[in-house]
């Protein structure tokens, strides 16, 4: 079986009376290679994603990155010792996203913000701090574990609990909180307010209900231009396709 290879570099014409100038000489079996090796970290990244999410649930659940001054560093050490954890272990944490440019350990091993960790603080506008504890919850988590179920029309949420989205939140306010914490920070507080005017005509409703139960129960009538992919699995829980519904 014949090779095929390919030159790559400067090459000059012989015919021409020039040289034959330096060249690499790669197979084609080689270039795959090198593709393969690239395409094969990139897709291992993807396959671990579920890792990095529970990561971020887990600095996001010890309030980690309200311990860390907006603007300057502070030791693991002392972090650790604030959250009743052994330090080690949250190093490690922390080491892991720092490869994704979430917070930065300095020398000394302190650890610092960066932009994107600055996004898990409680105190800022907008923040995913709940985001990042309500996707990786018991209940969305579990319902992942069931995505099976939508290609035969089942909902996973009802394979992993034997109930609907909603009706789980109601039976776990915690989560529901979280739930309604997370929408209440959406950048465009569609949600915050639905649930505030909630909360003025149904003062009954308590606090961790009026999102949950009334995005359900109003989600339909949201007008279309309002409406968009994170209304549809927020709102929706008929669309089988989505694990949390």
């Not at 795959?32 to 529970?54: I, K």
């Not at 992993?160 to 529901?176: C, G, K, M, T, V």
Request: with cysteine.
């Amino acid at each position: 079986m014949r090779r095929r290879i390919f030159l790559t570099g400067p090459i000059a014409n012989e015919r021409s009376g020039g040289l034959l100038r330096s060249f690499k000489i790669r197979s084609v079996e080689q270039l795959m290679t090198q593709s393969s090796e690239a395409d094969r970290d990139e897709l291992d990244l993807l396959l671990r994603g579920f890792q990095v999410s529970r990561i971020l649930r887990l600095v996001a659940d010890f309030g980690i990155a309200d311990l860390i001054p907006q603007n300057c560093s502070i030791s693991v050490s002392e972090v650790a010792a604030a959250c009743a954890i052994s330090p080690e272990p949250l190093l490690r944490v922390l080491r892991v996203l720092t490869a994704f440019n979430v917070f930065r350990i300095e020398k000394d091993r302190l650890v610092s913000h960066t932009a994107r960790s600055r996004l898990l603080r409680t105190d800022i506008p907008n923040s995913m701090h709940h985001a990042a504890r309500f996707w990786t919850g018991r209940g969305s988590w579990a319902a992942w574990g069931e995505l099976d179920a939508a290609m035969t029309g089942g909902t996973p949420h009802e394979a992993a609990w034997n109930i609907s989205r909603f009706d789980y939140l109601r039976q776990h306010p915690d989560e529901a909180r979280v739930f309604d914490a997370m929408m209440a920070n959406i950048p465009n507080d569609r949600h915050a307010s639905l649930a505030e005017d909630t909360g003025r005509r149904e003062p009954h409703r308590q606090a961790p209900e009026r999102g949950v139960l009334l995005l359900h129960e109003r989600g339909d009538a949201l007008p279309p231009h309002q409406a968009d992919a994170a209304d549809v699995r927020a709102v929706v829980p008929r669309l089988s396709c989505c694990p949390d519904s």
